[in-house]
């Protein structure tokens, strides 16, 4: 469906978020402010196939991206993957919202990385079909190179760049910073790292008690 001929126009920002950072917060607010959408809708992956399945609960990181988000009234955190079918693709996620709200044009925002890779998501050509793609350029990933690239494999594939200062954050990369005792200040919000070191000492506890 146009854009034009939708009565709203929505961002879909999917993701693990385990944990997540300021550099959501600023590829959301920055692709909200640029696309001119109503909203922003943060999507945690319920069990992610491309990545390791040992995130924390699905529960926690819903509740983690909801007291990133809390303060901005156009940022909605969703948790319909949990009512899919496993496993969950991108693709599925994309057809029901789509299917639930027919008059909203959706985008989905990603990083350039992600960009460069699109070709490998299941059922991606049926993907770029569906939707368009707002992208986040990334150190390494050029935004016209990495389109192009992208567009011989897919030739449907419609997306735009984000201006935006690039940001390599990431939450494998904070996690790692986390393992080493090294700070996440500045990078986590405050009362996101509470939530999430509850969280990680909880872990360390039941891996404590499966030792014993």
């Known amino acids: 469906m146009l854009q034009k001929d939708c009565q709203s126009h929505v961002i879909l920002f999917g993701g693990t978020f385990d944990p997540p950072h300021v550099g959501h917060l600023s590829m959301a607010t920055l692709a909200l402010e640029q696309s001119g ?14 990545k390791d399945s040992t995130a924390v609960d699905y529960d926690v990181r819903v509740n983690m991206v909801k007291t990133l988000v809390a303060d901005n009234e156009n940022f909605v955190v969703s948790s319909v993957e949990r009512d899919l079918p496993e496993p969950s693709y991108t693709v599925d996620t994309v057809q029901t919202f789509q299917h639930k709200k027919p008059n909203t044009y959706f985008e989905f925002l990603i990083g350039s990385d992600s960009l ?14 569906a939707i368009d793609f707002l992208v986040a350029v990334r150190q390494g990933f050029p935004f016209h190179e990495t389109y192009a690239a992208a567009r011989r494999e897919l030739p449907h594939l419609r997306a735009r760049a984000l201006e935006m200062p690039i940001l390599d954050v990431s939450s494998t990369w904070l996690r790692d910073r986390t393992e080493q005792g090294l700070s996440l200040c500045g990078l986590v919000p405050e009362r996101v ?11 360390k506890g039941e891996t404590a008690g499966d030792d014993t």
């Open 116 to 129: 460069a890779a699109l070709s490998t998501w299941e059922r991606a050509a049926q993907l770029t079909q």
């Open 37 to 50: 959408a109503d909203e922003v809708w943060f999507v945690p992956a319920w069990v992610p196939p491309h």
């Open 193 to 203: 790292l509470e939530v999430w070191r509850r969280t990680q000492l909880s872990r």
